[in-house]
């Protein structure tokens, strides 16, 4: 595709619930991060993969943060048994190639509300 | 202290006129800087991206790093309505992951 595609929009689940966010880089990228967007704040990273490996998950607030992109396109981040602290946006980056002076591309988020 | 600051406004300023955005950063072995500017509802996108001290121009927009004081700016000319939204300042740690300001909104009355 054209751009960074995520899926859902919008998420709405229960306390406790497991929920997974998906993500769809801009094809042949190799790089992709996940940041958390709490309103009314810039964006924090969560995490980073380089095709298949996942070289820092040092943003993730806890180990109910899973992600994985195993054949190093499509990315997934589940958070398991949700608390209200993880409402948020979740955005998805991606980059051409690895390095800190590559551009990073956005998605639009999944806005995740937890009731 | 955050490794990057910024005055989250709100901002207004009449159609036509020359915006001002700020933000100060902590950490003197940054190299890359960035402005994004996000529209309600959607994800950020890149404006601008500079390295090191210096301007970078693009249309009515200019990027300036200063180094020695730690601080970026972004200049927006003959500001426009749809100039309105929020504009992040970033930078970037040597692995790629962005660090961010937390925003300034900019309305712009026509």
């Known amino acids: 595709g054209a751009g960074v595609s995520q899926s859902p929009r919008y998420k709405v689940a229960k306390r406790g619930q497991d929920v997974a966010l998906r993500c769809d880089p801009i094809?042949?990228?190799?790089?992709l991060f996940w940041y958390q967007q709490a309103l009314g704040q810039g964006p924090e990273f969560l995490t980073y993969f380089q095709n298949e490996a996942q070289l820092d998950k040092s943003g993730l607030p806890s180990d109910r943060f899973f992600a994985e992109r195993p054949e190093g396109s499509v990315s997934t981040l589940k958070i398991q048994r949700t608390q209200q602290e993880d409402s948020a946006v979740y955005l998805c980056a991606s980059s051409s190639r690895e390095g800190g002076n590559q551009p990073q591309h956005f998605g639009d988020g999944t806005r995740l509300s937890i009731l | 202290q955050k490794e990057v600051e910024q005055d989250p406004g709100p901002l207004s300023v009449p159609e036509g006129a020359i915006v001002s955005l700020n933000c100060t950063y902590s950490n003197s072995a940054f190299q890359y800087f960035m402005w994004y500017r996000q529209y309600s509802r959607k994800g950020p996108e890149l404006l601008m991206y500079t390295y090191s001290s210096g301007n970078k121009e693009d249309g009515r927009f200019t990027a300036q790093v200063d180094k020695s004081s730690k601080y970026i700016s972004l200049f927006i000319r003959d500001s426009q309505p749809s100039d309105s939204a929020t504009y992040l300042c970033?930078?970037?740690?040597?692995?790629?992951?962005?660090?961010f300001g937390k925003g300034t909104k900019l309305s712009v009355k026509p």
């Open positions: 094809s042949g990228h190799v790089s």
């Open positions: 970033a930078t970037v740690r040597s692995q790629g992951n962005l660090i």
